[in-house]
């Protein structure tokens, strides 16, 4: 079975700022995906973010980047130019996949991330 | 972008009664869907995984008589909870991983908020 820990309940940055969200994860698989996902107040989970775990190279999206280090089993969130839009609880989740298919998710406890005007 | 429709977004129930949730990949083809649960300020745990035309798999500690999931169409899962009591009062959620799409990305519906009285 697979763990994701995040290890920050709760932070709080200035707009504009740059923001770096933690998430480490334990598995014994070889192939996953790992991704993040931010659920706003309305609670729909909206995917911010996904890294194939045989690709080197770290994801990218606009103004969200991750530092994906498998050996260290640690996947990070980058926020750059924070804006007020970006509150929200950030989940970091793992999925597993096999020929058979892909598995469900497993999430972390979630970083509820608040940006200050 | 793909959207799973959720119904409805919320119920209240007296205990004792049947309530069914639907799941609705509206542009996309899902052979495989997920039902989640999640408690008020808690993370998202994975109940079950719904296949087309066959029987869902259950996660360890739910109860697969408690929760009934159906998988009729390659768009369709539903989740009936069974004689609800308070203790089932939560926010489920459930998402449908794309076909044909790549990176296997679950999309998610929007939620259900079960209130058992």
């Known amino acids: 079975a697979q763990t994701v820990t995040q290890s920050q309940p709760e932070m709080s940055v200035q707009e504009a700022e740059t923001v770096t969200l933690s998430c480490t994860y334990d598995t014994s698989e070889n192939n996953y995906y790992l991704f993040w996902y931010k659920q706003p107040p309305s609670r729909q989970m909206i995917l911010v973010i996904r890294q194939e775990a045989y690709k080197q190279q770290n994801a990218t999206e606009n103004r969200f980047s991750v530092n994906f280090q498998k050996a260290a089993k640690s996947f990070s969130l980058k926020i750059s130019d924070s804006q007020l839009g970006d509150t929200a609880m950030y989940f970091c989740a793992f999925m597993s996949y096999s020929g058979g298919g892909a598995d469900g998710l497993t999430f972390g406890k979630g970083t509820h991330l608040i940006i200050q005007p | 972008g793909a959207v799973v429709s959720q119904h409805p977004s919320w119920v209240i129930c007296k205990s004792g009664t049947s309530v069914k949730i639907e799941c609705r990949s509206l542009d996309f083809q899902a052979t495989t869907m997920f039902w989640y649960r999640q408690f008020p300020k808690q993370s998202l745990m994975l109940m079950a995984t719904?296949?087309?035309?066959?029987?869902?798999?259950?996660e360890q500690g739910v109860e697969k008589d408690k929760f009934l999931i159906n998988h009729a169409s390659l768009t369709l899962s539903t989740l009936t909870v069974t004689s609800a009591h308070p203790e089932d009062s939560s926010f489920y959620i459930c998402?449908?991983?794309?076909?044909?799409?790549?990176?296997?990305?679950?999309?998610f519906g929007a939620g259900t908020r079960l209130s058992v009285l």
């Open positions: 719904s296949n087309e035309g066959s029987k869902a798999t259950y």
């Open positions: 998402s449908a991983r794309e076909d044909s799409g790549l990176g296997n990305i679950q999309y």
